[in-house]
């Protein structure tokens, strides 16, 4: 319900002030359950990616969204609450295999379950490897995979950046559907994990035209604090 409320005062006065556009919302299905798999430009993508669609996309998030104290953490709690998403233990290990059944269970439940492959937002605005997790879930659920690109949204608010820059209009893709039925029952296979995982990736390229870099995004934003430090001792 706080869900709809959210979206209820937020939808309007986005629309007004940032006029975002929407591509292909015809491919998400009007009922039964769905992955929308994303690439993750920016904290705005939060706002815009579910705004033009009218069923619920939940998510999953750090559970540290969640536990923070004082205002800041009661805003946190509010905020992520408000716009559809639930507290995951992202740790690995058995945490991930949590995570995948709370998915799993998202899914099974008849719902749309909104994922970011990268795992992280990107530190540059390029799309980076995709994370085999969503490959799993889109084969142990048999449900249809739609590509979910975001667009202009690192422009108008960047990382560090606390509100976003006027002028911009954001956009949303929605491709058509995946098909990874020839997979059916192999998850348990590394290689066909990542097949689907790159084909997954290779549909948000196309979508959002993004470079692609093959790395992980979590290695290259550590790569880049390196070299900002590397820089700074050297200046």
Known sequence: MFYWVVKAILGPFLRLVFRPWTEGSENVPRQGPAILAGNHLSFADHFFGPLQIRRKVISLGKADYFTGSGIKGFFSRLFFSGVGTVPIDRSGGKASEAALRTGLRIL?????????????????????????????LALESRVPVIPWAMVDTYEMMPPGRPLPKLGI??????????????????????????????????????LSGQEYVDKYAASAKVEMERAARAAAVKG
């Open 169 to 206: 209009r954001p956009g949303v893709r929605f491709g058509k559907p995946l098909d990874f039925s020839r997979y059916y029952g192999m998850e348990d296979d590394r290689l066909v994990l990542r097949a689907v995982t790159d084909e997954i990736m290779y549909a948000l390229m196309e």
């Open 108 to 136: 099974r439940e008849g719902n749309i379950l909104g994922i970011y492959p990268e795992g992280t937002r990107s530190p540059d605005g390029r799309l980076y490897k995709g994370k085999t997790g969503v490959a799993r």
